[in-house]
């Protein structure tokens, strides 16, 4: 059954790039196999670029992908025979849209910059280095190198040039654009007006529905395994255990770059695998409830409501400091940025009567802050999709 739903995941990513206007090739950074820089099979990296122009030529975006993480050898071995763990088996074009987007009706803030989307091949949000290599396995955990990797290759391309410039991502490429943002800002000229963008990055340290937090003894496994540890934010492994680190929540209050978080309160991904995950859910009393949250019983939707306040204490941080911004939605999605629909369509999301892409633009550019916090229930918002968003 999981090799027919990734089978049917990768056709609909073919379906995708196929009918798109203006598909992106890729680019294989065969120069970092050299440094050690490689994905998890020990292929090289890469990379969709799209050139900026006009008044754009001197801003760039760099946007990691998402895809979840591996725990374990075996888990890390599955990926490394799709496009999740080795670029042998990535789309060589990918159609931009959303915050990539190049049509200045969809996209008017960041159409016509350079445009990077930077494909995720490690299983560790870009954090792994391990040196050593196992023969029995051989699996390189090399994140982290990959990431700094491809930020050098794009410096040496014109980014060491930029005026404004966004790290950004979606899901667990949205949790590294947190997790790399400061190292991010002082790679580049101390003139640019740099910040970053997380959309559906802000995992919590969440309670699951047995009162413990099955996410942190995930992303332990996660830290160990990749050798994450050096690779976290000092700023914040200096005050408790790296796993932790791995949470927004904890790095944040840190930070010294802008950040614009942008998330659901009823996040999909984490209502599964935060407060429902199926470890936790030995009878299954939630397998259709955290799919679809009309199928909840009463007692279900008063822990779902919970997680939501969980998640509100999680975001003090970004809420707390005015040079932040936030846009959080009452939506059961995950990813809201990544299509021209969600990101600025007429049917996408609004949080007061606003649209992610008007919201995100005129914090980037100083036009107005934004900080605001949706309706409080899942079903209270008309303007949230019927679907659950994912990149």
Not at 91 to 111: A, E, H, M, V, W
Not at 202 to 223: A, L, N
Not at 272 to 286: F, H, R, S, Y
Not at 291 to 316: E, I, P, Y
Request: hydrophobic share 40%.
């Amino acid at each position: 059954m999981g090799r027919l739903k990734q089978c049917f995941s990768s056709l609909l990513v073919l379906a995708v790039v196929v009918i798109g206007v203006g598909a992106v090739p890729i680019t294989y950074l065969q120069s970092a196999v050299a440094k050690g820089a490689v994905c998890l099979d020990g292929s090289a990296p890469a990379y969709h670029f799209d050139k900026g122009f006009g008044s754009g030529v001197n801003n760039w975006i760099v946007h990691m992908e998402g895809g979840g993480w591996c725990t374990d050898v075996a888990s890390c071995s599955e990926r490394k025979g799709t496009m999740k763990g080795s670029s042998k088996f990535m789309n060589r074009d990918f159609g931009f849209s959303g915050i990539l987007g190049g049509k200045q009706s969809t996209n008017p803030d960041f159409y016509n910059w350079n445009r990077i989307k930077v494909r995720y091949c490690d299983g560790s949000s870009f954090t792994g280095n391990v040196e050593a290599v196992n023969p029995a396995n051989k699996l390189f955990f090399r994140g982290a190198r990959v990431w700094r990797a491809v930020v050098d290759d794009l410096m040496a391309k014109g980014m060491k040039n930029a005026q404004n410039a966004i790290l950004s991502g979606c899901s667990a490429g949205a949790l590294a654009a947190i997790l790399h943002c400061d190292t991010f800002r002082a790679i580049l000229p101390r003139t640019a007006s740099v910040k970053c963008v997380s959309d559906a990055g802000y995992f919590i340290h969440g309670k699951d529905i047995s009162g413990g937090s099955y996410i942190q003894s995930y992303y332990s496994k996660v830290v160990a395994l990749h050798g994450s540890a050096k690779s976290l934010p000092v700023s914040c492994t200096s005050k408790m255990k790296p796993e932790l680190c791995f949470f927004p929540q904890y790095v944040v209050p840190f930070m010294r770059t802008p950040l614009f978080v942008i998330n659901a309160a009823f996040d999909s991904w984490q209502i599964k695998n935060v407060l429902a995950p199926t470890a936790v859910d030995k009878l299954k009393q939630w397998k259709n409830c955290k799919l679809d949250l009309k199928k909840c019983s009463a007692a279900q939707l008063k822990t779902v409501q919970g997680f939501r306040d969980q998640m509100m204490r999680a975001l003090s941080p970004v809420h707390s400091t005015p040079s932040r911004g936030l846009f959080l939605d009452s939506c059961h999605a995950h990813c809201q940025g990544g299509s021209a629909a969600s990101w600025s369509g007429d049917k996408g999301p609004q949080v007061a009567n606003t649209k992610i892409a008007k919201a995100v633009g005129n914090w980037f550019y100083g036009r107005s802050a934004f900080q605001k916090i949706d309706c409080p229930s899942p079903i209270c918002n008309p303007t949230c999709p019927a679907i659950s968003t994912d990149e």
